[in-house]
Nanobody, 120 residues
Framework: QVQLVESGGGLLQAGGSLRLSCAAS????????MGWYRQAPGKQRELVAK???????NYADSVKGRFTISRDNARTMVFLQMNSLKPEDTAVYYC??????????????WGQGTQVTVSS
């Protein structure tokens, strides 16, 4: 079983910055892609950014130039640096990891979510 634990959410004013962290633990063969998704009230969950084990990144158009995703050297943690935050960034942010299990099966795991609220 793989666990993802997020931290770093909070309440702040527009224009501010916040850094989210997510730590993966458990028994697995490898962690492949890690990413951040968000879900605002009444909306579907959407991709914010993701990063592969090789370091390739992908961002939603709405956050390009403002958010930066990164991973640690051990590739068990993923971070999301969020700058120039806007009220429309308000959402619950979820960490995602695509894992290859020890049975060599790919599975997606999700964190519990962390609230980010940006006031105008």
């Amino acid at each position: 079983q793989v666990q993802l634990v997020e931290s770093g959410g909070g309440l702040l004013q527009a224009g501010g910055s916040l850094r989210l962290s997510c730590a993966a633990s458990g028994v697995m063969f490898s962690i492949d892609t890690m990413g951040w998704y968000r879900q605002a009230p009444g909306k579907q969950r959407e991709l914010v950014a993701k990063i592969t084990s090789g370091g390739s990144t992908n961002y939603a158009d709405s956050v390009k130039g403002r958010f930066t995703i990164s991973r640690d050297n051990a590739r068990t943690m993923v971070f999301l640096q969020m700058n120039s935050l806007k009220p429309e960034d308000t959402a619950v942010y979820y960490c995602n990891a695509r894992v290859t299990t020890i049975q060599r099966i790919q599975r997606d795991y999700w964190g519990q979510g962390t609230q980010v609220t940006v006031s105008s």
